[in-house]
């Protein structure tokens, strides 16, 4: 068997993961072989059984070339045979041929896919990292007259101190849930009033973040993935950016992408979900925009998420020094 194997298939020595492929000349000496050799023992059995030979004329030759004639259809028969053969071997072919346009298509697909993925990733990281550049380039002046001057994220914090003292002076009271449509205007516009004198636009700061939001929501090359980087981005600020991207999002009326990112990704809004935000500040910038963020009531809901766990620590307090 394995004598026949070789003689009728050969291997690609040079390429030995290569499947064998079929010998054409050899199998076509062993199938015209075949046919003389079957012609050859058909005719030494016809002598064989007509022998002796009384006469030799047209007339008996006629007759022993008739004799063939079985020889004939069943030579005919088998051509025949070998079509219908050709034909279902054509058609595995044609099979295997489109399983592989298919597995190739697929592949093109994914390949498709990772380049898409390396493109955004490699748009994502590089406007994330100028982000933190435009970041550490604000600067402020301590005060109005004077020289010396604060950058960063020590820029913000200054900016939200003065903010923080004027709300506490002129916004002391929390937000009117049930106070009429005059009252909850008069809150939301001195809101913005304080924002607006103490928290100064830092525009290419905010807009190199829009241009990433813009970009995961509407160039993500997969929905499912675009929390995946909300979550990489709000991972990135700390709680003072966060405070300050918050406060221009109500301040600000251009930046709905701003706003819609934190009504749907749960991921981006629950790095807002600060404790040093009063609580009316966040019920004044869902009246004012009418934007609900995405994880606002699940996570004020959480003990460690709200003022109760400082009041929780007092009432501690103030049992232990009621036993001692």
Known sequence: MESLSRFFYMHDHSNPEAPPSLHIRNVLLF??????????????????????????????????GDSFGMLN??????????LLVTIFLQ????????????????????????FRQQQFEESFYRILALYKDNLYQI????????????????ALISKQRRFEDKCKIELPGDFPMDG?????????????????????RQS???????????????????EERKEYYFSILSSQLTAH???????????????????????????????????SIDSGHYAAF?????VRLASTSSEHDRLFASGRFREARLRARGRAKTST
Not at 94 to 110: G, H, V
Not at 139 to 154: I, K
Not at 205 to 222: A, G, Q, R
Request: charged share 25%.
């Open 31 to 64: 199938c015209v072989g075949g046919v003389v050799l079957t012609v050859i023992v058909y005719a030494a059995f016809l002598v064989f059984k007509t022998w002796p030979i009384d006469q030799y004329s047209i007339a008996s030759a006629g007759t022993f």
């Open 73 to 82: 259809s069943l030579f005919t028969g088998l051509g025949f045979a070998g």
């Open 91 to 114: 058609r595995e072919d044609l099979k295997l041929t489109r399983i592989e346009l298919s597995e190739t298509r697929e592949e093109i697909k994914n390949q498709s896919l990772t």
């Open 139 to 154: 600067s402020v002046r301590v005060e109005r007259n004077s020289d010396v001057r604060m950058e960063g994220v020590n």
């Open 180 to 200: 009429t449509l005059e009252e909850k205007d008069d809150y939301a516009y001195t809101l913005y009033q304080l924002c607006d004198a103490s928290l100064s």
């Open 204 to 222: 290419r700061y905010m807009e190199t973040l829009n241009t990433i939001l813009d970009v995961v929501t509407h160039h993500c090359f997969d």
């Open 241 to 275: 950016e966060a405070k300050y991207i918050f406060y221009q999002a109500f301040l600000d009326p251009n930046y709905n992408s701003l706003r819609s990112t934190l009504a749907n990704s749960h991921a981006f809004s629950k790095r807002f979900q600060i404790d």
């Open 286 to 290: 869902e009246y004012l925009w009418n």
